[in-house]
């Protein structure tokens, strides 16, 4: 099966802090994603790639940028965090539109 | 805009009875559909899809149906039971017109929060 992992289930950050939340898939997939999801919203792109060091935007991509060094590895990055990030982060990665998604990043800004 | 749409953000049912949950797009050129399931503290998980050059799709208790015309598609849970109880996510994708090594980009609509009582 493939695996999608998140390095955390749970972040507390303070406003203005730099986050890194990470993401690593085992099934050599090219495509990987960031979503959030909030109550109400369902879940917004936020970043996605195609290849390593590719990258294009989402639907939201103001506040975040990404990393993807290495084709299993996908990072997501709030420069200075703010309240307004907090939620929960999904990353996912992709054969086709054969999704996986992680357990997901509860992040909250304090 | 949104160009998915799932109107009802919650919908209860007995369990043994039918769930229905329903879709929107707007985009006409959205040609391969998704349903994806989700429970509390984990990532959604694939349940089932249909693209567009056919109107329905089975897969064991659940359906899909697809009515292009109306733009509009709808998941059928048959029977309902507690176990199925989740927030449920339509997404859509334009496969057609995308081409190996590209993106394989899902929009995702709001999701439907299905209870099933026992």
């Known amino acids: 099966d493939v695996k999608v992992t998140q390095s955390s289930r749970y972040l507390v950050k303070r406003t203005g802090e730099k986050v890194f939340l990470e993401c690593v898939q085992d099934?050599?997939?090219?495509?990987m994603f960031w979503y959030r999801q909030d109550p109400g919203l369902g879940l917004r792109l936020i970043y996605f790639s195609y290849d390593v060091k590719m990258k294009e935007k989402g639907d939201i991509p103001e506040g975040y940028s990404v990393s993807r060094e290495k084709k299993e590895r996908f990072s997501l990055i709030l420069e200075s965090a703010s309240t307004n990030q907090t939620s929960m982060y999904l990353c996912?990665?992709?054969?086709?539109?054969?999704?996986?998604f992680g357990s997901g990043t509860r992040l909250t800004v304090v | 805009d949104q160009q998915v749409k799932q109107n009802s953000p919650s919908l209860s049912v007995q369990e043994g009875r039918i769930s229905i949950l329903n879709c929107d797009y707007t985009n006409s050129m959205f040609d391969y559909f998704l349903w994806y399931k989700k429970y509390p503290a984990e990532g959604p998980t694939f349940l089932i899809s249909i693209s567009s050059i056919k109107d329905k799709n089975e897969d064991g208790r659940f359906t899909v149906f697809l009515n292009k015309s109306a733009k509009h598609l709808s998941l059928h849970i048959v029977p309902s039971q507690p176990g199925d109880s989740a927030v449920y996510f339509c997404a859509a994708s334009l496969l057609g017109l995308n081409s190996g090594g590209s993106n394989y980009k899902l929009t995702f609509g709001k999701g439907t929060l299905l209870t099933v009582n026992p």
């Open positions: 996912a990665s992709s054969w086709a539109l054969s999704y996986t």
């Open positions: 099934m050599d997939h090219e495509n």
